[in-house]
């Protein structure tokens, strides 16, 4: 059973907007949360994390949001760039013995 | 250039021919995984390790072997492939948590 969920396959948004990609959890040990960016070809990179002892950290552009009484993961771009455009997968791991990931969301930034 | 690398990139064989795809890691990270990412399943774990000589089964290790006999090694092998393991496969390190994995470039495995 998938214990990390991305319910929204893609996304699209005008450049200069925001983009809000969501991430669902089900275990409650969960204690480090991340996301990920995914060119094709290319293996996933590291863009943001959090550790379930705060609700939000932000990193330039990139903020990501925990509300652990609702199982619930988000990152917000803002503002979108074409460049963003790709998939984003959030992981999530139990003091880091085993990382669990999205199904993934692809975003597409229009310019 | 602190990177994870995998090989091949690309991969094409048959049912039964065992095959071993290489991982290294220059970063002297002491947690070495591997994934496959496959279309609407995103990316699941097939071992994991914690450091040398220590690995364990992640979610999908059915027909799968690795060994961690060097910190900087974590080969994942095939020892009869079959088509349901016709995939792409990252290779990932870590420092450990809290910090973030690492990932290889992927090697796409076709098994016919």
């Known amino acids: 059973d998938q214990q990390v969920k991305q319910n929204s396959p893609s996304l699209s948004v005008q450049e200069g907007r925001i983009s809000i990609l969501n991430c669902d959890y089900t275990n409650s040990m969960f204690d480090y949360f991340l996301w990920y960016k995914k060119y094709p070809a290319e293996g996933p990179t590291f863009l943001i994390s959090i550790s379930s002892i705060k609700d939000k950290n932000e990193d330039g552009r990139f903020t990501v949001f925990l509300n652990k009484s609702a199982k619930h993961l988000s990152l917000h771009i803002v503002p979108s760039q074409p460049g963003d455009s790709a998939v984003y997968f959030c992981?999530?791991?139990?003091?880091?013995?085993?990382?669990?990931f999205g199904t993934g969301t692809s975003l597409t930034v229009i310019p | 250039e602190a990177q994870v690398t995998q090989n091949p990139r690309y991969l094409i064989t048959v049912t039964g021919k065992k095959l071993t795809v290489t991982c290294s890691q220059n970063m002297n990270h002491e947690y070495m995984s591997w994934y496959r990412q496959d279309p609407g399943l995103g990316l699941r774990q097939i071992y994991y390790s914690m450091n040398v000589e220590v690995t364990d089964k992640g979610d999908v290790p059915e027909g799968y072997k690795v060994s961690r006999k060097e910190k900087r090694n974590f080969p994942l092998i095939l020892e009869s492939p079959s088509p349901n393991q016709t995939s792409l496969y990252f290779c990932?390190?870590?420092?450990?948590?809290?910090?973030?994995?690492?990932f290889g470039n992927g090697t796409r495995l076709t098994v016919t």
């Open positions: 990932a390190s870590s420092l450990g948590q809290p910090n973030p994995l690492h």
């Open positions: 992981a999530a791991s139990a003091r880091g013995n085993q990382f669990y």
